[in-house]
Each structure stands twice: as structure tokens, then as C-alpha cells.
């Protein structure tokens, strides 16, 4: 039902309350096991990060007190993938690598029936994003490319619509807009003949992100509109605000700006409701790239500019504080990157130099995304350009 209705369906809620019942009177470990797993993709399926990330927590004292292999991967699964909408990556990466080295593909195949996706399919994709958002863009896609190979080869139809779904996700991060298309398009298709309801609405997402990429943007918008649309009927919440801030960046492409703003505030209200942080510096950066965005289309006095770019400015900083929390070096060169250049628009060419120059040189892998090559032509603009991996 995970699969055909959704993570969080109604018709979920009600096997697993009932499975919870019976595990009360029976006691037996195993299954009770199960059953918590279950419950923790509910509700994180749902938008109850906090409430998912304490059954995650529950997963992993049962796993240690039975001292089961097993149970031991999917508890360090659950509690990576919670530790990651919760925007704490570095104890994310830990234990997703800590179910990566329990995992050995052909002893636990059956896993993948018993709890609807295979544990080494789904960590290997959590592990993808954690490792691209703390700066390592090329483990990241070796993680995902291992992740969608491990897939077809166990068959198995919804950890295949997982893998591909986090691989299109990661291609739309390092900027590679053919590369998601094509994943989105195969995600719609394997979804689509397996009747998974959860996974058509990401594909027909990440298909409308992928043609704005493009300049497609009519078209794209229509398509990511639909798609949270279509989620939104599964009972699903989790990662919606992101999906919406990526919608609101969209929607400025065809300069509806109060639009943006709108959808924008959306996805605030839906980072706070669901208690997930993962996303919170892009949004702090997109209010401050859209605030900035009002300057050169609207018709405003020089007094509302002003507090617009200032506002904007304050919103970077903001965005640049979390980063450092989260240690997320790529979400932080992004809003660098706007800063500079709005440190640049003031005159302010030399700090607008430094500090990008400081957070370029921090990156030892990745120098081919669009990210680090933006950086990289923005650096050589302010003056002067530094070699990869030179701290400044």
C-alpha cells in the first residue's frame, strides 16, 4: 500500500495501527521491528519529521538490544535518512554509511519485500544528497549511480522508482538538466506500469523541473504544479518545501514575482509544520534572491529598494549562518555566490572576492558542475582566479 497509495495514505495509517495493536499483545522482536519501521515512514511520510525521527531512534535501541544485522541495517537507514530532513548532516552521513558497510546484497534481497524497498537502495540514495549538500559532488552521483545499478539488478519495481527519483533529484543539483529528464522520463514509465501512485507525482515533477532547466518554463511549471498537486492526494507531506521553493524559483522565471513570493511563504509554512530543516538555507536564499528580484521588475521607490537590497542582503546571511550549522558547503556556495554579487553591485568588490574565493577554495571534487563552474566564472569577474582546492 506504501507503494500503490502512498507513504502516508490513509489506508497505511490504518494496516500499521492495527499491525501496532497486535505487536502489543504478541511481544515478538522481529516483528515489532517492522512494524516501528513502518511506523517511522509514516509519519515521516506524513510531515511529522520529529514524531518519524523518534520511531527511527525506537528502530535502533530494538536493533541493538537484538543484536541482528538485519535490524541493525535498517535502523542506521531510518535514523540517516530522519537525521537528514532534520538538516543534520553530518551525524546523517554516519549512519547511512553505517547501514552501507552492514549491507551485503544477496543475504538481505528478502529485506526489500518485508519492508517494501530494499535498505541498501534506499541508504545509498539518502547518502547521494547528505554527501552532495556537505560539498562531495562526485561520491554523491557514485552513490546514486550504485543505488539505481544495485536496483535493476535485485528487480525490484519500487526501490528502482526510489533510486531513480534521488539520482533525477541529484543530476537537477549539479545542474545537468538532460540527465534528470531522462531519469524523471524512466521513473514515469516504471511507475506508470507498476501502478505506484507515490512515485508519478515526483516523476511528473522532476520531468516539469527538468524542462524549466531548459527553458521550457510554461511547460515546466505546469508539470511541477501538477505534481505536488498529485502528491498532495497520497497523504504525503515530507520534502514538500522544497519542492515548493523549487516551484517558486520557477515561477520567476516568467518574472511573476508576487507569485513566487507567494509560493515561497508556502513552503516556509510547510518547513515549519513538518519540523524539516533540510532545505531551510535554500530557503533563506531563494526569499533573498527573489526579494532582490522585486528591484529590477517592479517599479519601486528608491527608499522600497533600498529596504529590498537590504532585506535581501540580511537574508543571505541568514542563509550563510545555517549553512555553516549544517556544514553544507554546497547550499553555502550558492548563497556566496549571491552575496558576491551583491556585494559587487555596491562596490564592494574585494569582500565580495574574498569570501567566494574562501568557499571556492574549500571544494576538491565537483569542478564540473554548474555550481562550482558559475563560482569559478564569477571569481576570474571579481579579479582574480584561484586554483581548486587553495584555501584563500
Known amino acids: 500500500m506504501r507503494a500503490t497509495k502512498g507513504l502516508a495514505a490513509p489506508e497505511v495509517a490504518y494496516v500499521y495501527a492495527r499491525a501496532w495493536d497486535l505487536c502489543q499483545q504478541l511481544g515478538e522482536a522481529a516483528q515489532t521491528f517492522a512494524v516501528v519501521t513502518g511506523l ?3 509519519h515521516t511520510g506524513r510531515g511529522d519529521v520529529p514524531k518519524g525521527h523518534e520511531f527511527a531512534e525506537q528502530c535502533l535501541r ?9 535490524l541493525l541495517l535498517q535502523a542506521h537507514r531510518s535514523l540517516g535518512s530522519s537525521l537528514f530532513y ?4 553530518i551525524p546523517a552521513r554516519e549512519h547511512l554509511e553505517q547501514a552501507m558497510a552492514l549491507y551485503a546484497a544477496p543475504r538481505y534481497q528478502g529485506l526489500a519485500f518485508q519492508y517494501g524497498q530494499d535498505p541498501g537502495v534506499v541508504a545509498a540514495s539518502f547518502l547521494s544528497w547528505t554527501l552532495w549538500r556537505l560539498g562531495y559532488a562526485d561520491q554523491a552521483l557514485h552513490r546514486s549511480r550504485a543505488a539505481v545499478a544495485l536496483a535493476r539488478q535485485l528487480a525490484h519495481a519500487h526501490s ?3 533510486a531513480l527519483h534521488f539520482i533525477a533529484v541529484l543530476h537537477g543539483l549539479r545542474g545537468e538538466w538532460g540527465s534528470i529528464q531522462a531519469r524523471a522520463e524512466e521513473l514515469l514509465a516504471v511507475a506508470a506500469e507498476q501502478g505506484l501512485a507515490f512515485w508519478l507525482p515526483l516523476g511528473t515533477f522532476d520531468r516539469g ?5 531548459q527553458g521550457q518554463y510554461a511547460e515546466g511549471i505546469a508539470c511541477m504544479r501538477q505534481g505536488i498537486t498529485s ?3 497520497t497523504g504525503s507531506q515530507l520534502g514538500q518545501s522544497g519542492l515548493l521553493r523549487t516551484l517558486a524559483e520557477a515561477v ?27 532545505d ?4 533563506w536564499r531563494a526569499k533573498g534572491e527573489l526579494t532582490l528580484a522585486q528591484v529590477s521588475v517592479q517599479s519601486l521607490t528608491s527608499q522600497d529598494a533600498s529596504g529590498a537590497v537590504q532585506e535581501a542582503e540580511g537574508c543571505f546571511l541568514q542563509a550563510i549562518e545555517i549553512a555553516r550549522r549544517q556544514s553544507s558547503k554546497s547550499l553555502e556556495l550558492r548563497v556566496v555566490m549571491h552575496l558576491s554579487r551583491l556585494w559587487q553591485s555596491q562596490g564592494r568588490r574585494e569582500e565580495a572576492r574574498q569570501i567566494l574565493a574562501e568557499m571556492y577554495g574549500w571544494f576538491a571534487e565537483g569542478f564540473d558542475t554548474e555550481d562550482l563552474q558559475e563560482a569559478k566564472a564569477l571569481l576570474a569577474e571579481l579579479g582574480r582566479s584561484i586554483r581548486p582546492g587553495e584555501v584563500q
Not at 530494538?62 to 538485519?70: S, V
Not at 515561497?264 to 509554512?269: G, T
Open 40 to 42: 517511522f515512514t509514516f
Open 62 to 70: 530494538l536493533a541493538e538490544q537484538g543484536h541482528d544485522p538485519a
Open 86 to 89: 532534520l538538516g543534520r548532516f
Open 160 to 162: 528502482l522508482a526510489w
Open 209 to 213: 523541473w527538468a524542462l524549466v532547466g
Open 231 to 233: 502528491l498532495r492526494t
Open 252 to 278: 520567476v522565471r516568467l518574472r511573476e514575482i508576487k507569485e513566487g513570493l507567494r509560493v515561497l511563504d508556502e513552503a516556509f509554512a510547510v518547513a515549519r509544520h513538518n519540523g524539516e530543516e533540510y
Open 280 to 283: 531551510e538555507v535554500e530557503l
